[in-house]
């Protein structure tokens, strides 16, 4: 058990300094001990059920009392399905194909020398995350199966969450006869302790931020490892003059109201000028009760309708608040998209090919759809179990990050003798 009187770093350094050794043990263990060890950690999850909603139950208390809002409550609240479905999550993991020693290309040398990239295990990942209690499962299980270690940093206000759920993990990765130390979770909520994680360059290979602006611009700012993060899900929701009524009415909402404290949800609406049932949208959403904060064409739609200002462009809401501008067609939307998004996803609902595909080439975001709800912005949604995080970078990994964003490779060579003239 970590000493809390420790000082940040002293405890960061000891986390760490085990971490490096756990991710030694795991890159020798085939991947049939690691998926024996997510079938017992899923299962020891739905075990604790009772002990994690008991957990979580306090939590949601303590974060309503402190003026949480009602949609990040919504991301810290746990139920019986939440939790099955964290557990399901795990055991998908166990069945997705093991990325480790797979080749990703070769080539024979003029010399004879045989050459090839073959994907290796990035070592000790360090996670800080907020409100999102799933979190702890999801990154544990991803990490352990891509051969790393990780330490763990959830936000206080999912402090006894975080607990009951990591120690269902790590019961059941020592259950596999797996060092508990590849998967730790920092004991204090102590904000030095982030600064220290940030700092410890001689154990973490990588940090990943899950988080609000602030965090990540914290993790961004003071990091001394590399950092794989996302910033603003501003995301938009482009309804095409082409696009069918029924489906942009469906997809608006859905992208919008499903759950609106994730970062797929849409926050802008951009409908063009030749839809004719722009108004029915607008409707929609407000029937739906959502705030609509519109430029001075959509207020005229509906008496509820806002003024937009212009930080409303710029903003995520994680709430119940969408923003909507009607365009002028296509190159209005895509110019507002460049000027305003966040390269998060970015969708179109249109009925025309051509409109659909140029969009899709033109608009630079991690994830581009047409025709489907950003709420589907999730690895679980595009088949890769859990995910670690979105990323909206250009290096390494982008878009949901999962067991291949997780890797990194090295070049094996062989010879036979070769000296270089």
């Known amino acids: 058990m970590n000493d809390l009187t420790q000082t940040p770093e002293m405890l960061i350094s000891g986390m760490g300094a085990r971490a490096r050794a756990a991710a030694a043990i795991l890159a020798t263990v085939t991947d049939a001990q690691k ?9 020891a999850l739905r075990d604790q059920a009772p002990q994690i909603l008991a957990a979580n139950a306090r939590d949601v208390e303590n974060a309503a009392a402190n003026g949480l809002s009602p949609a990040m409550l919504d991301r810290l609240r746990l139920d ?13 993991v166990a069945t997705l194909d093991n990325p480790l020693g797979s080749v990703i290309d070769k080539q024979v040398r003029p010399n004879g020398m045989e050459l090839s990239r073959v994907r290796v295990p990035l070592g000790v990942i360090g996670i800080i995350y907020e409100s999102r209690p ?7 299980a991803l990490c352990l199966r891509a051969g790393n270690a990780v330490i763990l940093r959830g936000g206080s206000e999912a402090k006894e969450s975080n607990r009951a759920i990591h120690a269902a993990m790590a019961e059941g990765i020592a259950a596999a006869g797996l060092p508990a130390d590849a998967v730790q979770l920092v004991p204090t909520t102590d904000r030095a302790a982030v600064g220290a994680l940030l700092k410890a360059s001689d154990f973490i290979d990588l940090i990943v931020p899950r988080g609000g602006k602030s965090l990540v611009a914290r993790v961004q700012e003071e990091a001394r490892v590399p950092v794989l993060a996302h910033l603003d899900g501003i995301n938009h929701s482009y309804v095409d003059g082409a696009a069918d009524p029924d489906m942009a009415m469906k997809l608006v909402v859905n992208a919008k109201m499903r759950r609106t404290g994730i970062c797929g949800a849409t926050e802008t609406v951009l409908i063009d000028k030749a839809f004719g049932a722009a108004p029915a949208v607008v409707t929609a959403l407000l029937d739906a009760k959502c705030e609509v904060r519109g430029d001075v064409a959509v207020q005229a739609m509906d008496a509820r309708v806002t003024a937009a200002s212009d930080e409303d462009w710029d903003t995520e809401y994680l709430d119940a608040i969408v923003s909507v501008r009607l365009v002028d067609g296509l190159d209005e939307a895509l110019a507002h998209i460049a000027a305003h998004a966040s390269h998060h996803t970015d969708a179109i609902i249109t009925e025309d090919a051509g409109k659909a595909e140029r969009f899709l080439n033109a608009v630079d975001s991690a994830i581009v759809m047409w025709n489907a709800s950003t ?25 949901p990050v999962a067991l291949e ?13 070769q000296t270089r003239p």
Do not use: C, M, P
């Not at 019986?80 to 998908?92: I, L, M």
């Not at 799933?134 to 544990?140: G, I, L, M, Q």
């Not at 088949?383 to 970078?393: D, K, Q, R, V």
């Open 134 to 140: 799933n979190v702890t499962a999801d990154a544990a």
């Open 80 to 92: 019986e399905g939440r939790v099955a479905a964290t557990a399901a999550g795990v055991d998908q």
């Open 35 to 43: 998926i024996d060890a997510l079938r017992r950690a899923a299962q």
């Open 405 to 417: 964003g997780l890797t990194t490779y090295k070049w094996l060579v062989r010879g036979t003798g």
């Open 375 to 399: 709420q589907f912005a999730d690895g679980g949604e595009f088949g890769l179990g859990a995910e670690i995080g979105i990323s909206t970078g250009r290096l390494h990994a982008r878009g």
